[in-house]
T-cell receptor
Framework: NAGVTQTPKFQVLKTGQSMTLQCAQD?????MSWYRQDPGMGLRLIHY???????DQGEVPNGYNVSRSTTEDFPLRLLSAAPSQTSVYFC??????????????FGPGTRLTVT | KQEVTQIPAALSVPEGENLVLNCSFT??????LQWFRQDPGKGLTSLLL?????REQTSGRLNASLDKSSGRSTLYIAASQPGDSATYLC???????????FGTGTLLAVQP
């Protein structure tokens, strides 16, 4: 298993540009989520999905869109990049929600800089 | 609102020492608590998961304990090695969203 994979590893955008961060998992996990990690703020949840076709907002969803058309993929779209979106983005997945035995697994991250 | 705190923020120890990292949370209604390791510039690696009904979990030199009633967890690392140097994060989940609430992390440096 490749686990959770993310592309690209690094990205530089200009203000106003749009892009999609890719996330895929090969563990047949129902639950997938996106976090951003910022110095002094820790990791914060952006969006999550409990299964194909179902998504919901997390703590900091503004400026981001998601969709989940397959179990494997959960892309994160930046609609119009802003310098405040400069961060490291992590995708995570696990088997299900509401089960205390299910670990969450993280991808290697995408480092995004918006100038 | 759930808040997770980790103390100390940074720790430096000589190789071979046993050490304890602390994690506290304000709401005891959690599903589980997970300890992660993060190396500089890398993703998060899951170390241990403790379910809300469990008191501790062990993996190799690592032992994590959970006391829900007091809102505390500890990560014990035995016989520390320079390769253990990393940031250690604890996170709790509760409810139906599987949302992880992270602590601020402890930066560990093990000196050879």
């Amino acid at each position: 298993n490749a686990g959770v994979t993310q592309t690209p590893k690094f990205q530089v955008l200009k203000t106003g540009q749009s892009m999609t961060l890719q996330c895929a998992q090969d563990m047949n996990h129902e639950y997938m989520s996106w976090y951003r990690q910022d110095p002094g703020m820790g990791l914060r949840l952006i969006h999550y999905s409990v299964g194909a076709g179902i998504t919901d907002q997390g703590e900091v969803p503004n400026g981001y869109n998601v969709s989940r058309s397959t179990t494997e993929d959960f892309p994160l779209r930046l609609l119009s990049a802003a310098p405040s979106q400069t961060s490291v983005y992590f995708c995570a997945s696990s088997y299900s929600t509401g089960r205390p035995s299910y670990e969450q697994y993280f991808g290697p991250g995408t480092r995004l800089t918006v100038t | 609102k759930q808040e997770v705190t980790q103390i100390p923020a940074a720790l430096s120890v000589p190789e071979g020492e046993n050490l304890v990292l602390n994690c506290s949370f304000t709401d005891s209604a959690i599903y589980n608590l997970q300890w992660f390791r993060q190396d500089p510039g890398k993703g998060l690696t899951s170390l241990l998961l403790i379910q809300s009904s469990q008191r501790e979990q062990t993996s190799g030199r690592l032992n994590a304990s959970l006391d829900k009633s007091s809102g505390r967890s500890t990560l014990y690392i035995a016989a520390s090695q320079p390769g253990d140097s990393a940031t250690y994060l604890c996170a709790v989940t509760g409810g139906a969203t599987n949302k992880l609430i992270f602590g601020t992390g402890t930066l560990l440096a093990v000196q050879p």
